[in-house]
Antibody
Framework: QVQLKETGPGLVQPTQTLSITCTVS????????MQWVRQTPGKGLEWMGF???????EYNSEFKSRLSISRDTSKNQVFLKMNSLKTEDTGVYYC???????????WGQGVMVTVSS | DIQMTQSPSFLSATVGDRVTINCKAS??????LNWYQQKLGEAPKRLIY???SLQTGIPSRFSGSGSGTDYTLTISSLQPEDVATYFC????????FGAGTKLELK
């Protein structure tokens, strides 16, 4: 049974760094891409970036300068780190499994992040 | 970048109604269009991939169609459990999501 679950801090202060973990089960990270998507009040759903089954990454140019995606295959975990947070980064952050060219077949239920002082 | 325009934003329908939701791309996306259902507090669920392929386990009342820039999700006979928000995703060039359609019962 494929499962994905995001965990994160809930509240982050402006200018600080956001760290979210996506823990997966039921499949191997070395066989699938893993995507990150966020949903904000201002922009709706936005693609952030992905890590390939081989470990290389690609990022949305809008986030490229402050976003990092990595993984620990032994722990079945994928990590999102984004620095220099602003209030506009408040939203729900999702991880999703990807099997190109079919795309985004399973999602986590998301983690709410509020950026506020 | 490809833009996706989803319509309508809100939809109120009666049980048994045929419901259609549309997504229009700013350029040809070669049928690389998925549809998702999201209920409050739950993970998005893929209903349809690559325009018209039904995800395993999804009821056959859900179907997808389209080509080029115009795509449609159809629910042939609305059921109470279909109350949710629906959104599209193009994955032909990068990834762009529709803004979502909130479906409620009349």
């Amino acid at each position: 049974q494929v499962q994905l679950k995001e965990t994160g801090p809930g509240l982050v202060q402006p200018t600080q760094t956001l760290s979210i973990t996506c823990t997966v089960s039921g499949f191997s990270l070395t066989s699938y891409y893993m995507q990150w998507v966020r949903q904000t009040p201002g922009k709706g759903l936005e693609w952030m970036g992905f890590i390939r089954s081989g470990g290389s990454t690609e990022y949305n140019s809008e986030f490229k300068s402050r976003l990092s995606i990595s993984r620990d295959t032994s722990k079945n975990q994928v990590f999102l780190k984004m620095n220099s947070l602003k209030t506009e980064d408040t939203g729900v952050y999702y991880c999703a499994r990807d099997t190109p060219p079919l795309s985004f077949d399973y999602w986590g239920q998301g983690v709410m992040v509020t950026v506020s002082s | 970048d490809i833009q996706m325009t989803q319509s309508p934003s809100f939809l109120s329908a009666t049980v048994g109604d045929r419901v259609t939701i549309n997504c229009k791309a700013s350029q040809n996306i070669n049928k690389y269009l998925n549809w998702y259902q999201q209920k409050l507090g739950e993970a998005p669920k893929r209903l349809i991939y690559n325009t018209n392929s039904l995800q395993t386990g999804i009821p056959s009342r859900f179907s997808g169609s389209g080509s080029g820039t115009d795509y449609t999700l159809t629910i042939s006979s609305l059921q109470p459990e279909d109350v949710a928000t629906y959104f599209c995703l193009q994955h032909n060039s990068g990834y762009t999501f529709g803004a979502g359609t909130k479906l409620e019962l009349k």
